[in-house]
C-alpha cells in the first residue's frame, strides 16, 4: 500500500485480469435463498427436539427391554 501526501494510506491498484470482488453486504439471490433454506431447517430440526424427542419423555432403554423388543415373535397373519 502506498501513502498518500496527506498521510492516509491509497487504495492498492486494482488488477485488470481480476474481478471486482462483490460486497458482503448485498448477496446474490441464490445465496439468500440458500441461506433462508437453511434457517427454515434449522428451525424444523430446533421444533422437532423440542416437541418430539424431549427429554423428560425417553423411555428407558435396558437389557430386558431391548429383548423383548427384539425377540417378539410376529403376530399370526
Not at 496527506?6 to 435463498?33: K, M, Q, T, V
Not at 421444533?47 to 425417553?58: E, Q, S, T, Y
Amino acid at each position: 500500500m502506498s501513502m498518500r501526501v496527506d498521510g492516509g494510506a491509497s487504495a492498492p491498484p486494482s488488477d485488470p485480469c481480476r474481478p471486482a470482488a462483490r460486497s458482503r453486504f448485498l448477496p446474490s439471490p441464490l445465496s439468500r435463498a440458500i441461506t433462508a433454506t437453511l434457517l427454515v431447517k434449522l428451525c424444523v430440526v430446533v421444533a422437532m427436539r423440542m416437541f418430539l424427542f424431549d427429554g423428560a419423555h425417553r423411555p428407558v432403554v435396558d437389557a430386558s427391554a431391548m429383548d423383548r423388543h427384539l425377540t417378539q415373535s410376529a403376530p399370526p397373519r
